[in-house]
Antibody
Framework: EVQLVESGGGLGQPGGSLRLSCEAS????????MSWVRQAPGKGLEWVSA????????YYADSVKGRFTISTDNSKDTLYLQMNSLRAEDTAVYYC????????????????WGQGTLVTVSS | DIQMTQSPSSLSAPVGDRVTITCRAS??????LNWYQKKPGKAPNLLIY???NLQSGVPSRFSGSGSGTDFTLTISSLQPEDFATYYC?????????FGPGTKVGIK
């Protein structure tokens, strides 16, 4: 059974930092891309970042580029999101998601999601 | 970036009704279109991938169709557990983008 468990959310100061973690189990972690998606209060879903499990190539939404860093530790089957220079608009529930492939394309759909971790940016 | 739109933004329907939600992409995305169900306080749940493929474990009353720029999600007979917000998402190119959502409520 695939499981994704996020942690690390909480209250962050504007301009401060937080690191989110997502511990994965039930699949070969290093063989799949992983992603972070967020939902601000009362808003829709917003893709944040993705990383290839095979090449380590990373991708970011413009809204977080240069401030957030996605990474993995394959020895721990864990995905991370280092969030720096936090802004009020980063307040959201952050979900990690496993990205499944289709017909050789590694980024086809998000088939499993964690339960989410809430990040609140406020002074 | 590819913009995704959905219509309607919300709807109310009784149990047993057939419900159709439309999603449109700002450019052709072939069949790289997915549908998710989101309930408050819960993680999103993949319903349909690649426009028309039912995800394992999802009830057969859900179906998807379309290609290019226009897509639909259909619930053939609305059940009480289906009241939620539905999002389309394109995976044709990064950045991935979601539609604004369609909230399905009880009538």
């Amino acid at each position: 059974e695939v499981q994704l468990v996020e942690s690390g959310g909480g209250l962050g100061q504007p301009g401060g930092s937080l690191r989110l973690s997502c511990e994965a189990s039930g699949f070969t972690f290093s063989s799949f891309a992983m992603s972070w998606v967020r939902q601000a209060p009362g808003k829709g879903l917003e893709w944040v970042s993705a990383i290839s499990g095979i090449t380590g190539t990373t991708y970011y939404a413009d809204s977080v580029k240069g401030r957030f860093t996605i990474s993995t530790d394959n020895s721990k089957d864990t995905l991370y999101l280092q969030m720096n220079s936090l802004r009020a608009e980063d307040t959201a529930v952050y979900y990690c998601a496993k990205v499944n492939r289709r017909d050789g394309y590694d980024y086809d759909h998000f088939d499993y999601w964690g339960q989410g971790t809430l990040v609140t940016v406020s002074s | 970036d590819i913009q995704m739109t959905q219509s309607p933004s919300s709807l109310s329907a009784p149990v047993g009704d057939r419900v159709t939600i439309t999603c449109r992409a700002s450019q052709s995305i072939s069949s790289y279109l997915n549908w998710y169900q989101k309930k408050p306080g819960k993680a999103p749940n993949l319903l349909i991938y690649a426009a028309s493929n039912l995800q394992s474990g999802v009830p057969s009353r859900f179906s998807g169709s379309g290609s290019g720029t226009d897509f639909t999600l259909t619930i053939s007979s609305l059940q009480p557990e289906d009241f939620a917000t539905y999002y389309c998402q394109q995976s044709y190119t990064i950045p991935f983008t979601f539609g604004p959502g369609t909230k399905v409520g009880i009538k």
